[in-house]
């Protein structure tokens, strides 16, 4: 099959290389179903494990690439307990997206809706879960709090902006160009948007606040200690990545004296640790989605083709794009519309 195969540590700039036409089939193993990839999500740790400087380090030779879209493939084996049939358009997480098939453990994958597109669900399993798991489990927002998101027009940032107006908050958003900041605004749905390149943007904030601050901070970059400047009293922090690419020293005595504190997510561990929220979770979204009170935004134009994989990561890794980087690998036959 088609698949780039990473055989040693590779940076993005020779990643197209290792795109080859015999690629190994992947063989199914207990638990696992088969699945035609259709579309792909673009992650920024992509590049970081092909380089081999990812937490997550699959021996060599390894298929990139975790999130995905498709279908279970006709020949796929259907595990005991598995609700999937072949057939079915399913999205999810598994090692080796960027590949023609994948073997997928059949609890990290979610039934596709009807009424959605492959590669819009392609989108979804990292972003939108990540998000709400934030915001309603770590951060508890409320109805009427001003939540700021950083790095708004990204993935994680856009859909926790749709998030926080659903759930009933005012929100901020902070990018760094005024196309970004009009994506804020125009599909994410924020009240305000501020370029976090102002070297007053926590000025700003305050400002639009009345002089409160924020009740809830989202995190995604790494901009803790600049966000205490616009916390407010019982404000919480949620940390949800480092994409500036330092992790920080927090002063512990301004957690004190602005009487707030930080909280990390992570939600891959949520199946493990509280698989009840796992369910929870995804039950609201797909509710949500089909109401069309939120819906999942791809950065304009698709990249088509396994062989635009790199272009996409680099565009992501140069910030060129907004919301979800999205490869289509393979076109559904069929019509299934777009939310």
Known sequence: MRAFVIDKNTELDQLQSKLRDDAPEPVPGKNEVLVDVYAAGANFFDILQAAGKYQVKPPHPFVPGAELAGIIAPNSPIPDG???????RVFGAAQGSYGERVKADWQQ??????????????????????SYAALRYRANIQPGEWLLVHAGAGGV???????????????????????????CKRLGGADYAVNYRDKDWAKKV???TGGKGADVVYDPVGLINASLKCIAWNGRIVVVGFAAGEIEKIPANLLLLKNCAVT????????????????????????????????????????????????????????????????????????????
């Open 82 to 88: 598995c609700p999937y049939e072949p057939g079915t």
């Open 109 to 130: 994958l979610v039934q596709v809706p009807d009424e959605m597109s492959l590669e819009e669900a392609a989108t979804l399993f990292i972003t939108w879960p990540t």
């Open 157 to 183: 940032g856009l859909a926790a902006v749709q998030l926080g107006k659903r759930m009933g908050a005012k929100v901020i958003a902070t990018a760094g160009s005024e196309e970004k900041l009009d994506v």
């Open 206 to 208: 305050k400002e639009i």
């Open 264 to 339: 990390g997510v992570h939600w891959g561990r949520y199946i493990r640790e509280e698989p009840d929220k796992v369910y929870e979770t995804w039950g609201t979204l797909l509710d949500w989605f089909s109401s069309g009170e939120i819906k999942p935004i791809i950065f304009n134009p698709i990249y088509q083709g396994l062989e635009s994989v790199p272009k996409a990561l680099s565009d992501l890794a140069q910030r060129k794009t907004w919301g979800k980087a999205v490869v289509s690998i393979k076109k559904e036959k069929g019509q299934h519309g777009k939310l």
